[in-house]
């Protein structure tokens, strides 16, 4: 199994253009989480899917980020329009069932925006 | 959804030393996991220890709940290079959300 999958590795853009993350989750997995990794803020949920439905968005910082989840292996994280506060380690997770169920991580996309 | 508090932030001992990591939480919780993250890497389960339990071993680590104290314990056993890494705690919370603690920084130097 190839694991969770995150493109790109690292994304460097300027204030005001949109970024696009991306994820493919274990297969199997019904469950997709994005969270977001700062030094100030440590991990922070930012919204979950099951069964490619979006559950909770309520950690969202701000209308300017938005998830889809079009198909069972496939998310996309997007920002529109960037921010330099929006620089961080954007993580995608998966789990079998949610719960108590550990989530297995991606490697995160490391995102600048100057 | 509550978040777990790390002590100590950050660790540093040699190799073969055991480190010890806690983390304190506030209110009753059905569960609780630990994870590693190695540098530039996402995070690995390590192992989940529930309510009714009070001790779980994986190998060299070993995780310890008390639930009248609302903390947990883990314990790595002769410590090596390879596990420099942060060690997070992770709490349930509504639905299926697990919400990080802030971490502890382990620095395992030869």
């Known amino acids: 199994d190839a694991g969770v999958i995150q493109s790109p590795r690292h994304e460097v853009t300027e204030m005001g253009q949109e970024v696009t993350l991306r994820c493919k989750p274990i297969s199997g997995h019904d469950y997709l989480f994005w969270y977001r990794q700062t030094m100030m803020r440590g991990l922070e949920l930012l919204i979950y899917?099951?069964?490619?439905?979006?559950?909770?968005d309520s950690g969202m910082p701000e209308d300017r980020f938005s998830a889809k989840m079009p198909n069972a292996s496939f998310s996309t994280l997007k920002i529109q329009p960037s921010e330099p506060r929006d620089s961080a380690v954007y993580f995608c997770?998966?789990?079998?069932?949610?719960?108590?169920?550990?989530?297995?991580f991606g490697n995160g996309t490391r995102l600048t925006v100057t | 959804s509550q978040q777990g508090e790390e002590d100590p932030q950050a660790l540093s001992i040699q190799e073969g030393e055991n480190a010890t990591m806690n983390c304190s939480y506030k209110t009753s919780i059905n569960n609780l996991q630990w994870y590693r993250q190695n540098s530039g890497r996402g995070l690995v389960h390590l192992i989940l220890i529930r309510s009714n339990e009070r001790e779980k071993h994986s190998g060299r680590l070993r995780v310890t709940l008390d639930t009248s104290k609302k903390s947990s314990s883990l314990l790595i056993t002769a410590s090596r290079a390879a596990d420099t890494a942060s060690y997070f705690c992770?709490?349930?919370?509504?639905?299926?959300?697990?919400?990080f603690g802030t971490g502890t920084r382990l620095q395992v130097t030869l």
């Open positions: 899917f099951n069964n490619n439905v979006p559950i909770d």
């Open positions: 997770a998966s789990s079998f069932t949610g719960g108590a169920d550990p989530l297995h």
């Open positions: 992770a709490l349930p919370g509504t639905a299926s959300k697990l919400t």
